[in-house]
């Protein structure tokens, strides 16, 4: 006989957490039928348990490089950016979190060191660009303009602006865009 692995307090805070989960899930509802006025509810979201195993290994390195950055933990950091599909994206979101964290934080050696990180995020942006710029101007174009599936559906123009990465910006193939 199979001895229980988990306390009842344990299994009940796993089914609280899989219940909150279901209950803070996306619904779509629609109206059907004209005299009959009736709502239709459809989820739209997936089992977790039955997601693609790839999705969730590719999801895992964004999240742990996102969360390396949350952290401010430039080691891991710089590890998980490395083997990010989409770095020059991530390098300039990094950069943006980093900034929002540091303007938003009340302890200013915190916040210096979070400047630091998204500088060094940004530098790491400007080398992949620059790379890509000196190979192929035209692939580095669209690279700026190209939305990252990755990042937010988002590209790294945006980011690179909307995180003030003056830097990123003034370099020459950024700069005549």
């Known amino acids: 006989m199979m001895e229980n692995s988990g306390?009842?307090?344990e299994r009940e805070s796993g089914f609280s957490a899989y219940a909150d989960w279901i209950r803070s899930s996306e619904l779509e509802v629609t109206w059907e039928g004209g005299h009959e006025k009736f709502f239709k509810v459809q989820r739209t979201f997936q089992d977790p348990l039955r997601e693609d195993r790839a999705e969730v290994q590719k999801d895992a390195g964004r999240d742990l490089f996102l969360w390396a950055v949350l952290q401010n933990n430039k080691e891991l950091a710089e590890i998980a950016w490395?083997?990010?599909?989409d770095s020059m994206s991530a390098a300039l979101g990094a950069s943006k979190i980093l900034k929002k964290m540091a303007e938003e934080g009340s302890d200013a050696d915190?916040?210096?060191d979070m400047l630091e990180l998204a500088s060094h995020c940004e530098n790491h942006a400007i080398g992949v660009f620059n790379k890509c710029h000196n190979s192929d101007e035209e692939q580095a174009q669209k690279l700026l303009v190209q939305k990252s599936h990755l990042g937010g559906e988002t590209t790294c123009l945006r980011l690179a602006l909307e995180a003030d990465d003056k830097n990123f910006v003034a370099q020459s193939g950024v700069a005549g865009f």
Do not use: I, N, T, W
């Not at 490395?82 to 599909?85: G, L, M």
């Open 7 to 9: 306390s009842v307090s």
């Open 82 to 85: 490395e083997q990010y599909k």
């Open 110 to 112: 915190e916040a210096q």
